[in-house]
């Protein structure tokens, strides 16, 4: 059984950082892709960014240049540092995860996915 939980959230003031975690538990997940979702109120949940292909990342246009993903040795754990965060990057924050080999063309799709996490709550606020 795949389980995945993230961690990290809160509360942060514009133009601070945080650093959110996911831990996959259940297997080896070294080859999986790992991906970054988040939900705002009212929205729907969109593409943070994956780490997929080995050491491969892609970024939304919207994180781009503040955002970095990592994983570990292991490939177990991901990583989300946000740097200079804004008040529009509140959002709960889910970690994704699938097996299959994705192309670039599905990776924002949150279907492409096959486990997901419980969310973690990020607010940028003053």
């Known amino acids: 059984q795949v389980e995945l939980a993230e961690s990290g959230g809160g509360l942060v003031q514009p133009g601070g950082s945080l650093r959110l975690s996911c831990a996959a538990a259940?297997?080896?997940?070294?080859?999986?892709?790992m991906a970054w979702f988040r939900q705002a109120p009212g929205k729907e949940r969109e593409f943070v960014g994956i780490s997929w292909r080995g050491t491969q990342t892609i970024y939304s246009n919207s994180v781009k240049g503040r955002f970095t993903i990592s994983r570990d040795n292991a490939g177990n754990t991901m990583y989300l540092q946000m740097n200079n965060l804004k008040p529009e990057d509140t959002a709960v924050y889910y970690c994704?995860?699938?097996?299959?080999?994705?192309?670039?063309?599905?990776?924002?799709?949150?279907?492409?996915?096959?486990?997901w996490g419980q969310g973690t709550q990020v607010t940028v606020s003053s």
């Open positions: 994704a995860i699938t097996p299959r080999s994705l192309i670039a063309g599905v990776i924002r799709d949150t279907r492409s996915y096959d486990y």
């Open positions: 259940g297997r080896t997940f070294r080859s999986y892709a």
